[in-house]
């Protein structure tokens, strides 16, 4: 069965220092793995996708991420924090068993400091 | 586009209870989805739908039906609400087909307190 895990419940970051948000992930298949963001009181907004090709993926709000097959790995990067991008961070893979469905990971909470 | 709209964003319900959450999308997208999510858990999908007239379950329907009478709405109803019900739920909804690369665009949620 697909499984996503993002080993960090928690990232603290300085605004203007890079960030990451891990995720690993657990597939059956080719992996189509996604991004998504929610802020407080918010749904979920799509960040990104990868789905074949170049590893480094390019998103919205300057968000990107790296594919590792190797690693099974997924993480999101940005070069420098925004305060605005604190929010919960969902990494997800497609599931199989359910369509077009996700399982997703158990979210990350970023807070960028001042 | 007004997107994936979903109602009411709040509720309260007493045990026992039965309601109906409401999701609408105005995108003619074929695929619409429910998940619930809870503190540490991510989202899990509840029931989902590939077109009007089809639906089937997903990794924890137990407590929920479904119903797609038409390609906007997809509501989920609750026959009988218990506290373990308690959570937020989500609509998503996307293009369809048999791909696998759609990107599935979320509704603003719902949270449903069950006392």
């Known amino acids: 069965a697909q499984s996503v895990a993002q080993p960090e419940d928690q990232v603290n970051v300085a605004e203007g220092n890079p960030l990451t948000v891990k995720c690993t992930y657990s597939v059956s298949g080719n992996p189509y793995l996604f991004w998504y963001v929610q802020y407080p009181n918010r749904g979920l907004q799509f960040l990104l996708k990868y789905i074949t090709g170049d590893n480094l993926v390019k998103g919205s709000y300057g968000f990107e991420a790296e594919f590792n097959k190797s690693q099974t790995s997924f993480h999101l990067k940005k070069p420098s924090a925004l305060v605005s991008d604190s929010a919960l961070y969902f990494c997800a893979v497609r599931d199989g068993n359910y369509g077009q469905n996700f399982v997703f990971g158990p979210g990350t909470r970023l807070s960028v400091l001042p | ?115």
């Not at chain 2, 709040?10 to 997208?29: E, P, R, W, Y």
């Not at chain 2, 619930?36 to 029931?47: A, C, K, V």
């Not at chain 2, 609400?81 to 989500?90: E, I």
Request: proline share 5%; glycine share 10%.
């Open chain 2, 1 to 115: 586009n007004a997107g994936v709209t979903q109602t009411p964003k709040f509720q309260v319900l007493k045990t026992g209870q039965s309601m109906t959450l409401q999701c609408a999308q105005d995108m003619n997208h074929e695929y619409m989805s429910w998940y619930r999510q809870d503190p540490g858990m991510g989202l899990r999908l509840i029931h989902y739908s590939v077109g009007a007239g089809i639906t089937d379950q997903g990794e924890v329907p137990n407590g929920y039906n479904v119903s797609r009478s038409t390609t906007e709405d997809f509501p989920l109803r609750l026959l009988s609400a218990a506290p373990s019900q308690t959570s937020v739920y989500f609509c998503a909804s996307s293009y369809g087909g048999s791909s696998y690369t759609d990107t599935q665009y979320f509704g603003p949620g719902t949270r449903l307190t069950v006392l």
